[in-house]
């Protein structure tokens, strides 16, 4: 968005001169900024309602999730995160990728200012860049974990309302990490394994099956904490190979729309999948359910 305000204001000033262009260029990132920080407060206002905001709303908006998740982030880390530097640099470093345009562009210096420390604690707790981002990669997927565990016990949901708050909670997370950084350290740790790459995911797999016994009798199908924990690798597998190659397709509308279905295909009972597929015309969730 700066970079077609700047391009405007090459193109008007010829017209009109420069103090005039450069004040509405002035006057369109103002409102541009506060348009933002209308849509992040309603954004956090729903989350702290209990619910998370409908991500393939804000799929063109990935700054905005990221401004939403850097909150969520940074409170789970206080809570979280032992070490007050690891903190600093996780913070510093969510909200630098964000809004550069390739890796390169994010400078270690940035990084120690913005985090209040210097160039040499980085390098003494991390070593090198790629460590660090590896290192933050992880810390980012383990916190929205925690994000989850503190925000979905909050609130008794039919499968419906817990299978949108769980994949708009963890997608709208991927997409704060860029496409070329996920496939830049896959190309590097890949060789560790699918799972060593992603150690979050079975936290994830126990916090849905203690949340899917905790609340009989809303619906919900007697599942295995593992079929759970395939349906998650899945899941994350299936991001992850979205991400890579030339022409990733992550993010999308329908990738997101479509784990939504086959989630709830996998932990509603065949009574609560029939409810909504005789609400909803235009597809059915049975066509993912085997009774």
Known sequence: MLSKLSFQRSADCAACGPLKCCEGIATAWRSLLNSNNQKATKLANIIKGGDWFDVEDYLAETDLITSVWADEISKAASQHIADNRWEAFALAGIRQYASAQSLTEVKIA??????????????????????????????????????????????????LEFVNFTINLFYSADCTIPNDWVETLWKRYGHCGFDDFNPQLPKISKVIKQYIQDHPGLGYADISEADIHAFVRLYERDILESRLGPTPIFPSESQSSRWKRMFLGLIADTDALRRISSHRSSFSFLKFYDP
């Open 110 to 159: 940035n990084l120690a200012k913005q985090a209040g420390y210097s160039r040499s604690t980085f390098f003494r707790v991390f070593d090198n860049v790629t460590k660090y981002q590896f290192h933050l990669f992880k810390i980012v997927s383990s916190l929205s974990v925690d994000v989850y565990q503190d925000r979905v016990f909050s609130k008794h949901r039919s499968p």
